[in-house]
């Protein structure tokens, strides 16, 4: 009777409201129903209230993960931190004091006063963050101080630069439901069962529907249990094995040669003597320079269309030599793209060469290459290949798998990365100064005006191509005439982290050792760098230099300790002696929150108004309400920086501290920046930005008309009902339907519309002048490189199935869902060799540095490699050491070309970004 008594008081309830979780655990999304007993959460459950979206697709539902299920444990868990803290003893000592908000507030704003007055308000820094409910209060605190942003992407390492140099954009998502329509589905870079936990039904439910699932890695993972077969491939191979399917296409004659011709640069004719591209200005002297060119069997040569992909039933050489005259006099021959391919493939890439590379048998690659001609594949991708020396090259060969077999812009089709869009309000509210949705239509007004003024000067541009031209470079051309603008829309700098770790932390000296990096190139990083900067390709984001040395680092939904390649030891060395102020703002005790100055105590996601991101894998606006009172004095984001803002504006007083100029120019006055960041206190809290978000939004065109915080408050999400403006949703390229799964590239192949990539086409050869030298303009397999030193053993890594991030690695039901400690895998074959059984503490090593963890002995795993799944929170290992302290975080040189179409920056676009699989290293028993 007690139990039963227990488990009925367990249930009860008094108040139900919605919830999410507002990390980033893309997509994210679960709509959660929590439920309140006096004041306090006492459970949460899937509302498994999605409806059908298309006749015959499975819904959404139940929607939920394991850590959503227990998400309320955190908000009083041992890691929960309520109140201010101030160091009291050495940074990481563990000496802390509480401390009153108003002290925490003044001392801070002190500090920034003295930065500002002494290095200039770029002084100030942060890094970006995913976290949705933090990214509007940081980045318009930012914008309003004039500090210094880097950009998100290349600090988490989530670009994907081989998907973007084949396409000009990455943020490519279809609807999680459009998955049922696969009829092959790779899982190539990706573990879906563990990072994909309320959408993998989808491809169970296809897979019952007739899809056959692939698996293709180097170790056994648990994804595999759910493939009709496992390819394993030797580790950074993969480009080698895409390229053999591609030869396979070619010689069996089942390629998609009208999807070829059309949808990619395969027909475009390159010059045989320089391996460029044939351009107008070979041609004649007034030739443009991006005019390039394809041969018609019937007409000769014949200019490439830069304003739609369609041939209209011409059938372009796709091999073949031929002479053309230039503006010179002289004839030169040019081929096209493909016929190069084909010489590179079947003298490289056959299946038996493919062999000696991958372990893959020929006769599966043949069966593979197959399937995919064949039937609607789908490339269940992710941010794997990315974080791989030469993950480029292996994601440029994987889509060429899709040009080459048809496979993108139908459903059940294409490659999955990861988009965000569609809340157009969440841009709108933060660059507006005046509240109400007037502010907001006049900035869409002043958009439309400068596409139209693009699409004028060139008429050849689509939206999603004049919007990529306006956001490019430091701040675009729409930043820019914000800028202009004076007060009324202040911005932050932006910049790329890699320039941060190359001045500012010791990226420099890591990068220059040659035998981490491509051994084959001639040059050093220093060489590219120097270059790169020299030529203007980075000009305005080459930034913080090394005599710009930051003072203060606001770290506020980020954990950079445990996230920065190369960890504590690399940033606490050369980083962390510069900083005179360190600020977490947290609602829990991290690593890096442990050896900061000042902690902030912030509310958890159940205490604040705020939205999962939003994106085409769900297409839903989810919201994760408010539902219980921040703990002790922890408060919401917003009102933390309202509140900085304001002590800031007091203590400038106090010190009769009146302006400051930033280094555009800009006269920014201590006394207006509350009144800035607040218009003039009409933000108040994160309620009235969240209602503002909503009903801007609708302006907008992206939610439907009366949305507002309390109709969602009704049902939890909302579906959207067009993409509306912002660059990740545009990337889509595909009309919105109510009724229909959302499929990317639709109007590329059904329209014809242009890509954003130099050629306008899906583009596999990159004719950039460093690609050239390298001897990469087409994809090719190159070894992967020595990162960390001669060791026998690669460590690879991906998301855990026990954790958003470190987020929840300290709560007890999570921790009982596993061992409870970071474990590393490790081969049996390698473990007896040093002696080590399952569970022994071992030492990971390479030249880099060391960390200690439980090994756990794994047949899966591959003879060679160890895997260190991604998200402990360093604390959890002994010495606060975790698996980054190993990598060296090597960025490729490539990464810094630039002055070449799409290879320019954009805000989460083309940059170098570091990675860290197949580190090498080796173990042993470690005391203990
Ligand atoms: Fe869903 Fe993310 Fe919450 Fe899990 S943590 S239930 S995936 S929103």
């Not at 009777?1 to 655990?25: A, I, K, P």
């Not at 396409?167 to 696969?182: L, R």
């Not at 690659?365 to 991708?381: D, E, P």
């Not at 070449?900 to 005391?927: I, K, M």
């Amino acid at each position: 009777m007690t139990d039963q008594r227990n488990y009925r008081d367990s249930l009860d309830f008094d108040e139900v409201r919605w919830g999410t979780h507002c990390v980033d655990c893309y997509p994210g999304n679960c709509p959660m129903r929590v439920f309140v007993k006096d004041g306090k959460i006492v459970r949460e459950e899937q509302s498994g209230t999605l409806p059908i979206i298309e006749d015959g697709v499975p819904d959404y539902n139940p929607m939920g993960c394991l850590q959503g299920a227990c998400w309320h444990q955190s908000l009083d868990g041992p890691e929960r931190i309520a109140f201010p803290l101030k160091r009291a003893g050495e940074r990481g000592e563990g000496k802390w004091e509480r401390i009153s908000w108003q002290q925490a507030l003044d001392e801070i704003a002190d500090s920034m006063l003295d930065a500002i007055h002494d290095h200039g308000p770029r002084s100030i820094v942060r890094e970006g963050s995913p976290e949705t409910a933090v990214v509007g209060p940081v980045g318009r605190f930012f914008n309003v101080l004039g500090g210094f942003e880097l950009d998100l992407n290349g600090a988490i390492g989530d670009f994907n630069p081989g998907v973007y140099l084949s396409f000009g954009k990455q943020q490519i998502e279809s609807s999680a439901d459009d998955w049922f329509h696969s009829q092959v589905i790779l899982f190539w870079h990706s573990n879906p069962v563990y990072t994909r936990i309320p959408f993998y039904h989808f491809m169970s439910e296809a897979r019952y529907n007739g899809c056959e699932i692939v698996n293709i890695s180097p170790d056994i993972n648990p994804s595999h249990t759910h493939a009709d077969y496992q390819v394993v491939v030797k580790p950074a191979s993969d480009t080698a094995l895409a390229l053999a399917m591609v030869q396979v296409m070619f010689e069996e004659n089942i390629a998609d040669w009208e999807f070829v011709r059309e949808q990619t640069d395969l027909g475009l004719l390159i010059r045989c003597d320089t391996n460029r591209y044939l351009r107008a200005c070979d041609l004649k002297s007034d030739g443009r320079e991006d005019q390039l060119y394809q041969w018609d069997p019937q007409a000769g040569l014949t200019e490439a269309d830069r304003g739609t992909l369609k041939l209209n039933g011409r059938k372009i050489a796709l091999e073949g030599r031929f002479r053309v005259k230039l503006a010179d006099g002289s004839e030169v021959e040019v081929r096209p793209v493909c016929d190069a391919l084909r010489e590179q493939v079947d003298t490289l890439y056959t299946p038996e060469r493919q062999q000696e590379i991958t372990g893959v048998h020929p006769d599966t690659v043949r069966m593979l290459a197959r399937k995919v001609a064949s039937r609607r594949t789908n490339i269940m991708h992710g941010m794997n290949a990315c974080k791989i020396y030469h993950g480029d090259l292996i994601e440029r060969a994987m889509c060429l798998v899709l040009a080459v077999s048809g496979n993108w812009g139908r459903k059940g089709t294409g490659i999955r990365c990861w988009a965000a869009g569609l809340l157009d309000g969440s841009m709108l509210a933060m660059g507006k100064n005046k509240p109400g949705v007037q502010a907001a239509a006049q900035i869409l007004e002043n958009r439309e005006k400068m596409l139209g003024n693009l699409k004028q000067m060139d008429p050849t541009l689509t939206t999603e191509l004049a919007m990529a031209e306006l956001t490019k470079g430091p701040r675009g051309i729409l930043g820019q005439m914000s800028e202009s603008k004076g007060r009324d829309t202040p911005v932050a700098a932006q910049s790329i982290p890699a320039f941060w770790w190359y001045y500012q932390v010791d990226g420099r000296d890591r990068w220059n050792t040659k035998s981490w990096g491509d051994e084959s190139l001639g040059r050093s990083i220093d060489d590219y760098v120097t270059e790169a900067i020299d030529k203007g390709w980075w000009d305005g984001l080459d930034h913080p230099r090394t005599e710009e040395v930051p003072q203060v680092l606001i770290e506020c939904g980020g954990n950079t300790l445990r996230r920065t390649r190369g960890g504590k030891k690399a940033l606490m060395k050369s980083l962390w002696p510069k900083l005179k102020t360190i600020v977490d703002i947290d609602f829990r005790m991290t690593q890096t929150a442990s050896h900061a100055d000042y902690f902030l105590p912030a509310a958890q996601h159940y205490e604040k108004v705020s939205f999962a991101i939003t994106c085409p894998q769900v297409l839903n606006l989810t919201l994760g309400d408010k539902v219980v009172e921040p703990l002790g004095e922890a408060k919401e984001e917003w009102q933390i920086f309202s509140d900085l803002l304001a002590a800031i504006g007091e203590r400038a007083k106090a010190r009769k501290l009146a302006e400051y100029t930033d280094p555009e120019g800009r006269v920014r006055r201590y006394e207006d920046l509350w009144s800035q960041f607040t218009m003039d206190g009409y933000y108040k809290n994160q309620e009235v930005v969240a209602d503002e978000q909503i009903r801007d939004s609708v302006i907008a065109g992206t939610l439907p008309d009366g949305t507002t915080l309390e109709t969602l408050r009704e049902t939890g999400f909302v579906r959207f009902i067009d993409w509306g403006i912002m660059p990740g949703a545009l990337s889509q390229a595909s009309p919105f339907f109510a009724n229909e799964t959302h499929t990317p590239f639709r109007n590329h192949l059904e329209a014809g519309d242009p890509f954003p990539t130099y050629s306008r086409r899906a583009q596999f050869y990159i004719d950039h002048e460093w690609f050239i030298e390298a001897g990469e303009q087409l994809p090719v397999h190159k070894p992967n490189p020595a990162m960390g030193g001669d060791y026998p053993l690669g460590i690879s890594s991906g998301h855990n199935r026990w954790s958003v991030h470190s987020v929840n690695h300290l709560n007890k039901t999570v921790l009982g869902t596993h061992r409870g400690t970071p474990t590393v895998l490790v081969n049996p074959d390698d473990a007896r060799a040093r002696g080590v059984e399952d569970d022994d503490l071992i030492r990971v090593f390479n030249d880099v540095s060391e960390f200690r963890s439980r090994a756990r002995v794994a047949a899966g795993v591959s003879p060679g490699q160890i895997i260190s799944y991604n998200g402990w929170e360093p604390m959890q290992y002994p010495g606060w050491s975790g698996a980054n302290e190993i990598e060296p975080g090597m960025v490729k040189w490539s990464g810094f070309s630039g002055g070449y179409g799409h290879l320019n920056y954009s805000f989460l676009g083309w940059q170098p970004a570091p990675v860290d699989r197949w580190t090498r290293c080796d173990f042993e028993l470690a005391d203990g």
